[in-house]
């Protein structure tokens, strides 16, 4: 590759085959976009994906990538960071594939703070096996496994991160390309596991799932734009804010010249060491509220590949290097004759 890469030396020449209007257009453009500026060789980056639509991503992007088993994206990307630390590894999955059969193996990656990015596409229902209801569609979704309305509690995303451990955790929108390219670097730019929910369409089988916050007339009241060190305002011209108090959110009415802060309005900091504030952000779901969307938390922790090096040295330094020849012919052994 000759010159300063661009978006299309991280195309691939293969054709993508997603409905049309789909948020994964967009995703993948943006997501091609921000590889050519992260300054990481085409054959350092891994795409990792398990079933699902928005799991035939690995086939889009010419880079190293693995189009695996369905919820086993996590695991398969665990074994690729751990033998090759040096390697930028992402995974791609949706809310069906993350959450239900791969939720075990997503809450484990998650724990274990390994430099990952991991992106979960969620469009709340399940497109590429026709629409039935996914681990976060909402209450009351009537679909062909669902006709008189799910009536399984939806599992939030961000609320699962934050259980696990996670140590960044942050949420895009499809169509809002220079907010989702920024959380995208961002999230490579943590050390440690990166969890990015993407806020994405299915115009087939769940279409406008995210009208409110995809429609930019809408958007000033449906969504709550976090940046660090400012208060948590939302509406027009930010009359409205979200007061925390007692780990408790409720909604704030503001008056023209009011202080948000002096009125009670949080900060936002996705730096606490505390999860309890990201968690409070977590439920903060529509109508009643608006839907936080950035970086709701970033800390610091050591990472798993890190730790696991310092145990790896610390073992060469008081036992000496290992002998596997020397470790099979140790204790008991037998010698099979015919």
């Keep these: 590759m000759s010159g300063a890469p661009t ?36 054959e350092n980056v891994v795409f990792v994906s398990g079933i699902g639509c928005s799991s035939r991503f690995p086939y889009y992007m010419n880079t190293f990538g693995f189009h695996t088993i369905h919820g086993r994206a996590p695991a398969f990307a665990s074994g690729i960071k751990l033998s090759r630390p040096e390697l930028s590894v992402w995974v791609v999955t949706g809310d069906g594939d993350g959450l239900s059969i791969g939720g075990n193996h997503l809450l484990h990656a998650i724990r274990r703070n390994m430099d990952l990015q991991i992106l979960l596409f969620n469009n709340r229902v399940y497109g590429l096996t026709k629409g ?42 499809d169509v809002d390309g220079p907010h989702l390219q920024q ?9 440690g596991t990166a969890f990015v929910e993407i806020l994405q369409n299915c115009p087939v089988f769940n279409d406008k799932e995210w009208r409110e916050l995809e429609d930019r007339t ?51 900091r996705s730096g606490h060491e505390s999860p309890s504030y990201a968690f409070a952000l977590a439920s903060l779901v529509r109508p009643r509220f608006p839907i936080p969307i950035g ?33 099979l012919h140790s204790g008991d052994t037998w010698t099979v004759e015919e």
């Design 218 to 268: 809408t958007r000033l009241e449906a969504a709550l734009l976090l940046e660090d060190g400012q208060p948590l305002v939302f509406g027009a011209e930010g009359r409205r804010g979200i007061r925390i108090e007692n780990g408790v959110p409720s909604v704030a009415e503001l008056r023209e010249g009011d202080d948000p802060v002096a009125a009670g309005v949080a900060v936002h």
């Design 295 to 327: 970086v709701i938390r970033a800390v610091e922790e050591p990472t798993y590949e890190a730790v696991l090096q310092d145990q790896i040295d610390a073992a060469i330094a008081t036992r000496g290097p290992g002998d596997l020849s020397a470790l």
């Design 183 to 191: 959380t995208l670097h961002r999230a490579h730019a943590h050390k």
């Design 132 to 173: 039935q209801y996914s681990p976060t569609s909402r209450q009351g979704m009537r679909t062909k496994s669902s006709p008189q309305g799910s009536i399984d509690h939806p599992i939030e995303p961000i609320a699962f991160a934050l259980g696990a451990g996670a140590t960044f955790v942050a949420r895009s929108i």
């Design 7 to 42: 978006r299309k030396d991280f195309a691939s020449s293969q054709d993508v085959r997603w409905c049309p209007g789909c948020g994964d257009y967009s995703i993948l453009a943006n997501i091609q976009k921000v590889m050519a500026e992260l300054g990481v060789p085409r």
